[in-house]
């Protein structure tokens, strides 16, 4: 099955460029190969993907109830049908990158929030890089409610925040050097950190919205 490889090329603004190199970085997008690249191998979802029309048939096409992450859903059931989503470097798409930070975060909250939806239904395909920014965010949440009672607490969420920050900096820093351009020192973490909590609030949003 011949599959689609995503290269995010930025238009010629400083938060696009940002923008576009967090979207292939680990830090943002975790173990989403289709993203970083790498050997030809069996993964869990693609972008763009070629299918042979007689069996988009016979899964059912595409789940137009869902406004996003459909092609996920689409290829969670080709899984469950013993199918198997191949990922082949030599075959590229381009996709332009957001241009703001604005339109990023309301892109990220888009994308938390249909993926809480999907998740309703197959439980079963969450994966690490999906749960960690909602549960980073209940534990920060956690930290500020019991801070109150224990104001200890407001310490550790400092020093969890301070080192989130550092390691942030820390990747825009040898971005920057490897990419030659210094503005990513800065807006590479402030990229990553708006992707990080649009996703994050909008996944627990869709739980406790409880709308289907």
Known sequence: MLEVFGRLDPVDRIGSRAIATAASHPLAVGDAYYRLGGNPREVDTVPFG?????LVDRIGGYNEN?????????NVRIRQAGGKIWMDPQIR?????????????????????WKGRMIRRYPGTLRWRQILPPLFILFLVSLIVLGIIA????????SILGLYLVILV??????????????????LPLAI????????????????????
């Not at 070629?50 to 007689?54: E, P, Q």
């Not at 339109?103 to 938390?112: D, I």
């Not at 992707?195 to 996944?203: I, N, P």
């Open 170 to 187: 820390v990747a825009g820093l040898q971005v920057a050097l490897r990419k030659r351009d210094i503005s990513l020192v800065l807006s």
């Open 193 to 212: 950190t708006v992707m990080h909590f649009s996703w994050g609030c909008a996944f627990l949003w869709n739980f406790l919205s409880k709308s289907d």
């Open 93 to 113: 798409s381009i996709y332009y990158a957001r241009s703001s930070l604005p339109e990023l975060a309301r892109q990220y909250w888009r994308y938390g929030f």
């Open 151 to 158: 104001p200890v607490l407001f310490w550790i969420l400092i």
């Open 50 to 54: 070629a299918y042979r029309k007689s």
């Open 66 to 74: 869902l406004l996003t992450n459909e092609d996920y859903e689409l």
